[in-house]
């Protein structure tokens, strides 16, 4: 998961036209609050995936927890998504990529090296963890290890999402470059040949034409990524004609429960790519007009920023509670809710200490000598911004 905040964007005035979006020239886009919102359910469909997956529910309960989070992992696949969307939205003009590099290294790079100094901690002092060898466990520090399947749950088993984010990003000033070059049509042709190629792949993975699933893999998942980009590309310039938000909630959540239809892995993508394409822009195309949003109260939104913290720690505290509930161990209804509530919590607290401890100062010490310098160098002359260039802060 990638993933990427929307809280920092800085407001501008807008000029309502429906959803084609015109806005008034601004200084910097406006803040999306129900996209951070959103971030936070797409937590919650990983995190009830994995409790899914650990069998703390039996009998009926369980069956239900099947059919609510079978399909959860693709709560990843919507922070690719949404990734290209934020990022194209807050991109700065004539930034250059050293230094949106760097933003994204002080963005996630300091909680994955603590969570992953637990998870190594964990493997050396908890039983049925494992014991990496230092190759992989290289490859996992470095964001690597993606790209080797054998590795690609190595220590901390979600950070495989931060490789294809690190991916991503190294990707992303060539892909801004070329977006911004590109017309409205261009634009839609580029973001309906990233579809195409999610249903090539998806088929392709189905069938066994590779040696590994593709499901981890970066580069099968940059499509995704690209999409979420063109969205944002096509509500900047104006012209994005997509479904309000209420219809494209009902057909992220159709596409969501037609996920156990089809081979599990990869091919997941295929039923929810559609609805959460659209779900993102018409969010976003809401908070820029003032339309009704379920997604950015203000407790959704906090929940939100906790969102990265909370899915990069979650899954070492549901694998630290199996040294003392055992493995699957199919509780009734009751006990299985209260073990839930109970890694819920724990892992909610501990992510309010990450964001605020970890992720909060140490991104303000590693850019705080570039602000520092940026405060002593001379100020141009404003120039109005481009509509097709608009200028934000780091997201």
Excluded at 3 to 23: D, E, K, V
Excluded at 39 to 46: F, G, I, K, P, S
Excluded at 205 to 218: E, I, V
Aim: net charge positive; charged share 10%; hydrophobic share 50%.
């Amino acid at each position: 998961m990638t993933t990427a905040t929307t809280r920092a964007l800085r407001t501008t005035p807008l000029a309502p036209t429906g959803t084609t979006n015109a806005r008034v020239p601004p200084a910097a886009n406006p803040s999306l609050p129900s996209l951070t919102g959103l971030r936070w359910m797409a937590a919650l469909l990983v995190f009830g995936t994995h409790v899914n997956n650990f069998g703390y529910f039996g009998g009926t309960g369980g069956h239900l927890v099947n059919w609510g989070f079978g399909a959860g992992s693709t709560g990843v696949s919507f922070f690719f998504v949404l990734s290209g969307f934020v990022l194209t939205w807050s991109a700065r003009p004539g930034d250059r990529p050293l230094a949106f590099w760097r933003r994204r290294i002080a963005r996630i790079y300091p909680v994955h090296l603590v969570t992953l100094a637990v998870a190594l901690l964990m493997a050396l002092t908890l039983a049925h963890q494992g014991n990496p060898t230092p190759k992989p466990a290289l490859a996992n520090v470095l964001l690597l290890h993606s790209w080797w399947h054998p590795w690609w749950q190595t220590l901390n088993p979600v950070s495989w999402s931060l490789a294809c984010e690190a991916f991503f990003y190294a990707a992303f000033p060539l892909l801004i470059l070329l977006l911004r070059h590109l017309g409205a049509r261009a634009s839609a042709a580029l973001g309906a040949l990233s579809a195409a190629s999610v249903l090539v792949l998806a088929w392709s993975d189905a069938h066994h034409w590779w040696t590994y699933t593709l499901y981890s893999f970066p580069a099968a998942r940059l499509p995704e990524f690209v999409l979420g980009a063109v969205t944002a590309r096509l509500v900047l310039l104006g012209r994005w004609r997509g479904p309000g938000l209420e219809a494209s909630l009902a057909l992220a959540i159709i596409g969501y429960f037609l996920v156990p239809q089809v081979a599990p892995g990869y091919s997941a993508t295929v039923c929810t790519l559609t609805g959460f394409a659209l779900l993102i822009p018409a969010a976003a195309v809401a908070d820029l007009n003032g339309l009704p949003s379920l997604w950015r109260h203000r407790r959704l939104v906090r929940l939100g920023e906790l969102s990265f913290a909370f899915y990069m720690i979650h899954l070492l505290v549901l694998r630290a509670s199996s040294n003392l509930l055992g493995t699957k161990p199919h509780f009734g209804a009751l006990v299985g809710l209260g073990v839930t509530a109970t890694a819920f919590a724990v892992s909610l607290g501990l992510s309010w200490v990450l964001y605020e401890a970890v992720e909060c100062p140490a991104r303000r010490l590693l850019l705080r000598r570039r602000r520092s310098a940026a405060k002593q160098q001379p100020q141009p002359d404003p120039v109005p911004a481009r509509r097709d260039a608009p200028a934000g802060p780091s997201d």
